[in-house]
């Protein structure tokens, strides 16, 4: 935690957590100057330290910045958050409060994964590999690609999750079980390639040429062959390790044909700001599929950890019901259910799925 006296506060027998929220500002720190008591917001679970250098050249790059409601205290998963000013922007104006609260962390990541300056700098035309493209990260990531005028090639795992990828934009979507992908196969170097190959012939075949990026964040099981499959000069952008953080690849693959990997983390407030400002447009739509009481939010992060979702799930904290929120009725109702609730009717098997 950060030096001083306000951090000692987080130093608690017990953790909320919780590090996507979106509310009503209730109170102010004696600092703060850009909002006031009743701003609706949403929080980005980027906690910075505004003085420490790095922070700015990029918020990202500060040693002690973390994970708000995961590596300190207060996060969004209660009646009442604490956050710093650094972490708000202004909510959409269109959205529910439900809605809303899905956004910032995976919108905000796949933002600075494929279209910030500290990313893959996806380009027009170019052909993104999306692996969990119907998951909180994936349903944003194909509406970046989609928009900004890539081919978003989306690796799902079920029906059910291949319908959510198209819906979201996916021009090509791949089931893992058809090309024999498992959480075995990163053991066996031989299949990595023999899997990478198989990979490679229907990307191919279905948009003409290898993939230019390729947005990982599975890990272990996938990111051989993310590397092996992904072009000459091209790049992995990968920001977690779902499956295992110790990775194997062919590092021939890498040096000899020029790829590039890219770490990426969270997202700074700018990189929120402009996500967010796409959001309140209604060119990005939130990806929230189901919603739970606060009662219920055990079960909810149950459903989470064993990938028995769909892109995001909304918990209600002092929201009486869901459907509230939304301050641009007009807007809402002129964008249409696409650009609010592509998945609504959605809900992922109650099966386990292998990444």
């Not at 599929?289 to 989470?304: G, I, M, S």
Request: proline share 3%; glycine share 12%; charged share 20%.
């Amino acid at each position: 935690m950060a030096a001083g006296g306000w951090a000692a506060r987080h130093d608690l027998p017990y953790q909320v957590v919780g590090s996507d929220a979106a509310g009503v500002v209730v109170r102010l720190g004696s600092g703060v100057r850009h909002w006031k008591v009743g701003d609706h917001v949403v929080v980005s679970p980027s906690y910075v330290d505004d003085q420490e250098a790095a922070t700015h050249q990029d918020g990202m790059l500060g040693a002690r910045q973390l994970v708000w409601g995961f590596e300190t205290n207060f996060g969004g998963l209660a009646h009442y958050s604490v956050a710093r000013a650094s972490q708000l922007a202004p909510k959409p104006a269109l959205q529910t409060w439900e809605e809303a609260a899905c956004n910032s962390l995976c919108a905000g990541t796949a933002y600075r994964m494929l279209v910030g300056e500290h990313g893959a700098r996806m380009r027009q035309g170019d052909i993104v590999l999306i692996w969990g493209a119907a998951g909180g990260l994936g349903t944003y990531a194909a509406q970046f690609v989609r928009n900004g005028g890539g081919v978003a090639v989306g690796m799902v795992g079920s029906d059910a999750k291949a319908e959510a990828a198209r819906r979201l934009g996916c021009e090509v979507v791949i089931d893992r079980r058809e090309i024999g992908l498992d959480d075995t196969v990163a053991d066996d170097p031989d299949r990595v390639i023999e899997i990478g190959k198989r990979l490679g012939r229907i990307i191919r075949r279905e948009t003409g040429e290898d993939p230019h990026v390729v947005f990982e964040h599975v890990g272990r099981s996938t990111f051989g062959v993310s590397l092996f499959v992904v072009r000459r000069g091209g790049v992995v952008v990968t920001c977690g390790s779902s499956t295992g953080y110790r990775h194997e690849y062919d590092n021939r693959y890498l040096w000899m044909k020029l790829k590039r990997v890219i770490g990426s983390h969270a997202a700074n407030l700018h990189e929120l700001w402009e996500t967010n400002r796409l959001i309140g447009q209604g060119r990005i739509a939130s990806a929230m599929t189901e919603v739970y009481p606060l009662d219920d939010v055990a079960e909810a992060t149950r459903t989470v950890q064993l990938n028995r979702h769909m892109g995001k799930i909304g918990v209600l904290c002092l929201a009486p019901r869901a459907g509230l929120g939304v301050t641009d009725p007009a807007l809402r109702a002129r964008l249409g259910d696409g650009a609010t609730a592509p998945l609504a009717g959605l809900v992922a098997p109650k099966a386990r799925l292998s990444c």
